[in-house]
């Protein structure tokens, strides 16, 4: 019986740390709401289910989520007006980008293996990118003054950050999905364990202390699969910042 409630005592001391938390993040919502804790939206406080994104991350071109992220437009906004009088449309200096549900990477010739403009990433569950020819605009802009060349030089360095924080952040998804999917079966397994073992207990065929040990990893499994619902949460807003969001009501989506 000690031990047991030991167990529960446990448990309870982790109550308001999560309370905590969730107050902190009351406050951070209110603020980008501009609005005062005490003026919070009634939702917002009675909220005790975790968000579910239904439509995640819309298959097809990548190009156009990147393009939304403020970084992105910001630095195609100056590349645009360095290079006006150029003829360079920036569109033309965009990597091709697609979202799909696969892994893996794939090359159009076996020379190109080893060649940043050959090679396909696939990263996570949906980004792969390539640069198609680009020679044509590029050479145009650096024939002309030193602003165009570093603008260019700023621009891509932009988009490429921007396709390393979209790869890092759609791997890190997928990562904890894989992750997420296996807790939830070690959670099945464990409640029916706890089943049985209950059954055997109140048959009088289990001890206290074994049937404490199953209940302990009960709980253990629980907390983690809780967890991981938390960092999921987070993780997918990650992905929307990646991307640049604002996808909601277009195409299909990849959960």
Not at 30 to 48: D, F, I, K, Q, Y
Not at 68 to 77: F, L, T
Request: charged share 20%; net charge negative; hydrophobic share 45%.
């Amino acid at each position: 019986m000690t031990r047991a409630r030991a167990l529960v005592g446990q448990v309870r001391s982790s109550i308001p740390q999560l309370e905590g938390e969730r107050k902190a993040a009351l406050f951070e919502l209110t603020a980008l709401l501009g609005r005062t804790p005490t003026n919070a939206p009634r939702e917002l406080e009675s909220c005790v289910t975790p968000p579910r994104v239904a439509s995640l991350i819309p298959v097809g071109d990548g190009e156009a989520l990147i393009r939304r992220r403020p970084d992105v437009r910001q630095a195609e906004r100056r590349l645009a007006a360095a290079t006006a009088q150029i003829g360079v449309a920036t569109a033309d200096l965009f990597p091709t980008i697609r979202l799909t549900g696969f892994y893996g990477g794939a090359a159009t010739e076996p020379s190109q293996l080893t060649t940043s403009l050959g090679l396909i990433w696939g990263i996570g569950p949906s980004i792969s990118w390539t640069f198609p020819n680009q020679a044509g605009p590029r050479a145009r802009v650096r024939q002309a003054k030193a602003s165009e060349v570093a603008a260019l030089a700023a621009f891509d360095s932009v988009v490429l950050t921007a396709l390393k924080e979209a790869e890092q952040a759609l791997a890190q998804y997928s990562a904890a999905l894989d992750r997420r999917q296996a807790l939830a079966d070690a959670q099945a397994q464990i409640h029916r364990s706890f089943d049985i073992a209950h059954d055997e207990y109140v048959a009088g065929s289990l001890s206290d202390l074994d049937l404490l040990t199953t209940e302990q990893s009960l709980v253990a499994l629980d907390e983690a699969v809780a967890s991981s619902d938390a960092s999921l949460i987070q993780l997918q807003v990650n992905v929307f910042k990646a991307l640049g969001g604002g996808w909601h009501n277009e195409g299909s989506a990849t959960p």
